[in-house]
């Protein structure tokens, strides 16, 4: 059976086509740390993570924890992951899950990326098969005031877009205006907006009832995501359906907000959760509460995406409105499949692993840009 010989982290800066507007403020552009696991056959797998706090300093930290897979079978992902967690972070007193959910996240998915292309299968198909022939998405809303989101909405509304994403909570008198504009260009399509934790309780119950009159789908975290009860509670409060994202980040916290009956859907990602495979616990969990998940991204490449594509198909609850970002950079380095939604929906991937193909030029860009910003 083959063996893990080597481990590569490439730390990556890849601009936005624009400035990226939500309630924690404006960002230029996305970082990544891509991941490169080899078997001693030459098989490739290759994931990525972000980076938050520091971009360095979470790659030493990769660096260290993907030492521990070298010698060992790619098909050990669960039991390697958990003894890991266990040694350098619970035996160490660093019970912080959400930080190494994060970092575990890319190791995880590359080793199933590994796993497929040994396999010659597609993902999905190693997770139990697809429950669907095509995933739907929303569309990513971006700009920065009324004038500018609504000509976006405009020109999704007209190349046929059946949902709308936009942030809010970034102050009620701009809210306001934005939800109106985009409202006006989308006709009766369905909208949803997200809120990043951005309000407190009574604003965010009195921002429920102003922003009912647009027909809002639903509000993603309306308030701060350390406690479940504030969501609960403006939940209980308000029509508009209430979904929970940066409230979950670990399988006890989805438990906690089925158990509280905080939300009406689970926004949650490989990024969040630790990767691919928590991700089918995640979507057991909240299925036995009869809740959807709707895949969340994040300041992710097309690497990401294609792990949760494989993630959306393999899920019997999934929502049809969910989240891609790759789209958000100048130039992906995903150079195929097409990410691209039609219409809102992607087909199935059906090459092995998790079906990509990378531009090397393009890492090689992002890999520079990593170097002058940590040189500047």
């Known amino acids: 059976m083959v063996k893990i010989t080597k481990v590569r982290v490439r730390p990556l800066v890849l601009p936005l086509k624009q400035p990226y507007h939500w309630s924690y403020g404006i960002r230029e552009s996305f970082?990544?740390?891509?991941?490169?696991?080899?078997?001693?056959?030459?098989?490739?797998?290759?994931?990525?993570?972000?980076v938050a706090p520091d971009q360095t300093g979470t790659a030493a930290i990769l660096k260290r924890l993907a030492?521990?897979?070298?010698?060992?079978?790619?098909?050990?992902v669960a039991p390697l992951i958990?003894?890991?967690?266990?040694?350098?972070?619970?035996?160490?007193?660093?019970?912080?899950?959400?930080?190494?959910?994060?970092?575990?996240?890319?190791?995880?998915?590359?080793?199933?990326?590994?796993?497929?292309?040994?396999?010659?299968?597609?993902?999905?198909?190693?997770?139990?098969?697809?429950?669907?022939?095509?995933?739907?998405?929303?569309?990513?809303?971006?700009?920065?005031?009324?004038?500018?989101?609504?000509?976006?909405?405009?020109?999704?509304?007209?190349?046929?877009?059946?949902?709308?994403?936009?942030?809010v909570g970034r102050g009620e008198k701009i809210d306001l205006e934005i939800t109106a504009a985009v409202r006006r260009e989308i006709g009766n399509a369905r909208l949803r907006l997200?809120?990043?934790?951005?309000?407190?309780v009574v604003d965010a119950v009195n921002m429920c009832r102003k922003l009912e009159k647009y027909d809002i789908e639903f509000i993603e975290q309306p308030t701060n995501s350390f406690s479940i009860a504030a969501m609960a509670q403006v939940r209980q409060a308000v029509g508009i359906p209430i979904v929970a994202d940066q409230s979950a980040f670990t399988l006890y916290d989805v438990y906690e907000i089925c158990r509280q009956q905080?939300?009406?859907?689970?926004?949650?990602?490989?990024?969040?959760?630790g990767g691919i495979q928590p991700m089918m616990k995640v979507a057991a969990v909240a299925e036995s509460a009869?809740?959807?998940?709707?895949?969340?991204?994040?300041?992710?490449?097309?690497?990401?995406t294609c792990a949760e594509h494989h993630i959306a198909l393999?899920?019997?609850?999934?929502?049809?409105?969910?989240?891609?970002?790759?789209?958000?950079?100048?130039?992906?380095?995903?150079?195929?499949?097409?990410?691209a939604p039609v219409n809102g929906w992607i087909d199935a991937f059906q090459g092995p692993g998790l079906g990509f193909s990378l531009a090397e030029d393009l890492i090689a860009e992002g890999e520079a840009r990593y170097a002058a910003k940590i040189s500047a």
């Open 31 to 50: 970082a990544v740390n891509l991941i490169e696991i080899e078997t001693d056959d030459g098989t490739v797998g290759i994931g990525e993570c972000t």
């Open 290 to 304: 009869g809740l959807k998940i709707c895949i969340h991204s994040s300041f992710t490449t097309g690497i990401t």
């Open 194 to 200: 997200d809120a990043n934790e951005g309000w407190s």
């Open 67 to 76: 030492g521990h897979l070298v010698g060992h079978s790619p098909y050990d």
């Open 262 to 273: 905080a939300a009406d859907m689970i926004c949650i990602g490989p990024r969040e959760i």
């Open 314 to 339: 393999a899920i019997p609850n999934l929502d049809d409105g969910n989240q891609i970002m790759w789209q958000l950079v100048q130039k992906d380095i995903v150079s195929s499949p097409n990410l």
């Open 82 to 167: 958990d003894r890991i967690f266990r040694q350098e972070y619970l035996g160490h007193g660093a019970n912080v899950m959400r930080a190494a959910n994060q970092i575990f996240s890319g190791i995880d998915m590359a080793m199933w990326d590994l796993q497929g292309k040994l396999a010659g299968l597609p993902v999905h198909r190693l997770l139990g098969g697809a429950h669907r022939k095509a995933v739907g998405y929303f569309y990513f809303l971006q700009g920065e005031t009324a004038e500018e989101l609504g000509r976006d909405a405009a020109a999704g509304y007209a190349n046929g877009e059946r949902v709308f994403y936009l942030k």
